[in-house]
Every structure is written in structure tokens, then in C-alpha cells.
């Protein structure tokens, strides 16, 4: 429905930390353009209570605990979770829900049996799980520039120059984009300014030498047993959960080359599954059953009718920081909507993901779109206004999906949508599954846009739809 100008999903009319979506003031905007002339208009990204976030049986569980202040960071909130195995850091509602799901999972590869059987197979360092070095809880203040930005690179002024200047020049798979040295690792993001470059900050495909010892393990049949053992437990085989990855890694390794075999291995889980773990994975079945090599064949193939730029697949498909799983899912996305034109901008966006956090983000946009628009997402176009993306559908109305947890007017958010390219078009309309500030409310409203947010799709974060508390901060 609308009202005051502001299109709001029903199931969204509850009361907000910051405000409610009822006292959300309208006024004409003569230019269309945003106008925030004031410090006042402006808000820092806050610091969240975990539990006024998300539902109740996320935060707490067999093995694990949620900590209690979750900090907003690029729009999205960051958590950690303290398990008996070590510390996780979920960078977004989503990867917290993932990561909750993976406990079960944890439960089984650090059992007793497990261990013992590593053990004898001659595994290395198979009693010491890797432990993140996290503090935010205790002094969510202090630890604040040191969290990861969330999506914020994607909006920021660098990042939006650099895309404009690429498709001046035609460049827009130029590896340069996907690359060690990429322009885009860099961004001037002010909440990425002294983030720290990853561990595995690479493509998930990596160097020559890199994949000439993945072929190799797969001539063994490494990647075979991992695959297997990921479905057993009802897990993502190319999770980024570094206390699955490095446990499922030295299962299979052990499977593979070590005293006992792929068979021996299921039986030591078995156990464990038939009564913790429901094994209905909702991986893609492909992913499961594909080594990386044919699932980027297959990719290839799925993508061609809809990008025709070669180059730009290749760079996507090898160079990309999506994981086999992302890629997949991108792709299918792309191929379901029929596109009109635009997949090249997809795929340039794609390009600029540094990590798991930005990948989901791309992919998410694809779905949130498709959730809002049903039927009417086939045969639209999708645009990017510098380095974000947006959707023309084929009846003229211009969609601006933004799946966040939480959107800030702070200033760099009205510098962005400041842009003429943004409010230059009549129909348009912000959609968001996550929460959008009543300040941005405002500020966006005012510019002329419409509001949906609430939206859900197939895996989807698992809001708290009801938030009464207020912000930590």
C-alpha cells in the first residue's frame, strides 16, 4: 500500500529503534534531488542489541553463544559468536544465520571419534581450530574501525569513479578489476579505511600454481570426498567458515590419501547425523555433485545467452572472488530472469566483490528484485549506477534494490544518492529486506522515491520483524 508517498510492506508496520514508518514526514522536493543541508539530517551507523536484530533461536545454542551488541558497519550489522571450537565472526544477518547453522555441523567434525580417527591417519594440528581475535562486545567503540565495512565500498565515491571511468573505456572485464592490485581493494569507504586486507583476500580459483594443486587433489579425489562429506552434514563444501573449512579439509585429505577411506569417514559421522543434523542441505545440488572445473563450464554455458562478453565471463568464472557456490547462484539468478540487456553490468559489479560479505550482497540484489517484482522481473534491464546496481523493468519503473540490515543517513549515504543519475528518473523506488533509518526515510521520500522494505525471499536473514528497543549507541 502507500501512504504519505511511501509504499510499505504491511508486515513492516511496527514500531523501529529509530522511529516508525507511520511518522515518516513527507514533502515536495521541487528539484527531486536529495537535500540535506543540516547536521542535524545526519546519523551515525549505530550499535545494535544482537537481540532487537534477529529471532531468539539464533542467539543462543548447543555450543555456541551470540555476543550482545551487534555494530552496523557499511549497512550491515556484524556479530561474533563464541563456540567451544573458537570465535566467528558473522559479518551480516544472513552469514549469521549460516554460521548458526553450521554449529550442528562443528558438533560432528570436532567429535571424539573424528579426532581420534585424524589422529591416526597422521593429520597435522587436528585438536587446534582456528580462533579469530575478536572484541566488540566489551568495547564496541574502541574496536569499531577494526570490523570489516560491510557494503559500504560499493557506494563509495572511488568505487563509483572507478566504474565510470572502466565503462568509458570499455574495459569492464579488464583484470585489473579482479586481480592482486585491483583499484577497487582500496576504496576510499570511510568505514574501510583500516580494514585489514583478508588472509584469503583472493579469487576463489587463485594463480596457476594454485590450481595445479587443486587438479592434482582432484585426481586423488580430495575434492570428490570433500563434496560427499558436505553433504553428509548438510553443509556448503565451499563455506568461509574457517573452523568447518579447515576441519572438513583434513577429513577429506585423511579420506583421500591417509589410513581409512571416503566410506570409513561417512561412518564416523553417521552417527552424529542421523540425530543432530538434518541433512536436507539447501546447497545447491549441482554445487555438491561438480568438481570447480565443470561447474565453471557449466556456468559458462548458462551465462552466454545472456552475457555476450566472453572475456568478461572468463574473468567472472576464474578470477571472481565468488565461491563455486555464489558464482552458481548468480548465474542461475541471471538465466532465470531473461534479461533484455544488462548482464554485462551484472557481472561488472561482480567483479568488484573483495569477499563472501560483497558476494552475497550482488547476489542478493538479483533476488530481492525477483521477490519484489514476481513475474514482472523477466525481461527488465539491469543498469549500474556507478557501482551499485538497479533494475528497469520493461513497464519504465526503475528499482534500486538495496539488501542491507540497516540503512543510515549518514553523509556519505546522501553524497551517493545525491547523484543525478539516481533521481533523474520519474518512477522509482528503493526496496530493501532489511530496515531503512527514519531519517533516510525521510531524506528519500522527500527525493521523490518510494519505500518497500521487509521484502523476503528463499534465504533470506532472519529479521526480528518487531524492534522496540533503542539503539546501544
Same mark, same amino acid.
Given at each position: ?41 545526519? @546519523?551515525?551507523?549505530?550499535? *545494535? +542489541?544482537?537481540?532487537?536484530?534477529? !529471532? =531468539? #533461536? $539464533? ?6 553463544? %551470540? ?23 558473522? @559479518?551480516?544477518?544472513?552469514? *549469521? +544465520?549460516?554460521?548458526?547453522?553450521? !554449529? =550442528? #555441523? $562443528? ?6 571419534? %573424528? ?23 566489551? @568495547?564496541?567503540?574502541?574496536? *569499531? ?329
Amino acid at each position: 500500500m502507500r501512504q504519505g508517498g511511501v509504499q510499505l510492506a504491511v508486515s513492516w508496520l511496527v514500531a523501529l529503534p529509530l522511529g516508525c514508518f507511520a511518522c515518516v514526514a513527507v514533502a515536495g522536493d521541487p528539484v527531486g534531488g536529495i537535500s540535506a543541508n543540516t547536521a542535524d539530517e545526519f @546519523e551515525l551507523e549505530p550499535s *545494535l +542489541a544482537a537481540a532487537d536484530l534477529v !529471532i =531468539p #533461536a $539464533l542467539l543462543n545454542g548447543p555450543g555456541y553463544r %551470540v555476543r550482545p551488541v551487534a555494530a552496523v558497519h557499511g549497512f550491515q550489522a556484524g556479530f561474533v559468536i563464541e563456540t567451544r571450537w573458537g570465535e566467528l565472526r558473522a @559479518e551480516s544477518v544472513e552469514l *549469521l +544465520a549460516i554460521r548458526v547453522a553450521e !554449529i =550442528p #555441523a $562443528l558438533e560432528a567434525l570436532y567429535s571424539e571419534s %573424528v579426532t581420534s580417527a585424524l589422529v591416526r591417519s597422521g593429520a597435522s594440528a587436528v585438536a587446534a581450530p582456528v580462533r579469530a581475535v575478536v572484541n566488540v562486545a566489551s @568495547e564496541p567503540e574502541t574496536t *569499531l574501525r577494526g570490523l570489516p565495512g560491510g557494503v559500504w565500498r560499493f557506494f563509495s565515491e572511488r568505487v563509483i569513479k572507478l566504474a565510470q571511468q572502466a565503462k568509458r573505456l570499455g574495459s569492464r572485464a579488464d583484470q585489473r578489476i579482479s586481480h592482486d592490485g585491483s583499484p577497487y581493494d582500496a576504496a576510499d569507504a570511510p568505514l574501510t579505511a583500516s580494514r585489514q586486507p583478508e588472509q584469503d583476500d583472493d579469487s576463489w580459483f587463485g594463480n596457476l600454481s594454485e590450481e595445479a594443486g587443486r587438479l592434482a587433489k582432484s585426481e586423488l579425489g580430495f575434492g570428490a570426498a570433500k563434496r560427499a562429506l558436505a553433504a553428509r552434514l548438510g553443509v556448503d563444501p565451499y563455506s568461509g567458515n574457517p573452523l568447518l573449512r579447515e576441519r572438513l579439509d583434513k577429513l577429506a585429505w585423511a579420506a583421500t590419501v591417509g589410513k581409512f577411506g571416503v566410506g570409513q569417514a561417512m561412518g564416523l559421522l553417521d552417527p552424529l547425523v542421523s540425530t543432530t543434523l538434518d541433512t536436507a542441505s539447501t546447497v545447491n545440488r549441482v554445487v555438491l555433485e561438480l568438481p570447480p572445473e565443470d561447474l565453471r563450464r557449466r556456468n559458462d554455458e548458462a551465462l552466454a545467452p545472456h552475457c555476450a562478453d566472453e572475456e568478461q565471463r572468463y574473468q567472472f568464472l576464474n578470477f571472481g572472488r565468488f565461491s563455486p557456490t555464489l558464482q552458481t547462484e548468480l548465474t542461475d539468478r541471471i538465466a532465470e530472469m531473461r534479461l533484455a540487456g544488462g548482464c554485462g553490468d551484472v557481472l561488472e559489479t561482480a567483479l568488484m566483490a573483495q569477499n563472501e560479505v560483497e558476494a552475497r550482497y550482488v547476489v542478493n540484489t538479483l533476488k530481492l528484485t525477483q521477490a519484489y517484482l514476481g513475474e514482472r522481473a523477466e525481461g527488465g534491464r539491469w543498469i549500474g549506477l556507478g557501482a551499485v546496481l538497479s533494475y528497469e523493468t520493461p513497464d519504465g519503473e526503475r528499482i534500486l534494490p538495496l539488501p542491507v540490515d540497516l540503512l543510515s543517513w549518514t553523509r556519505d549515504t546522501a553524497r551517493w544518492f545525491g547523484q543525478q543519475a539516481l533521481w533523474s528518473h520519474p518512477q522509482r523506488s528503493v526496496i530493501s529486506n532489511g530496515q531503512i533509518s527514519v531519517a533516510a526515510q525521510r531524506a528519500l521520500t522527500r527525493a521523490g522515491w518510494n519505500l518497500m522494505t521487509g521484502l523476503s525471499y528463499p534465504g533470506s536473514p532472519p529479521y526480528l520483524r518487531v524492534l522496540e528497543q533503542a539503539p546501544v549507541r
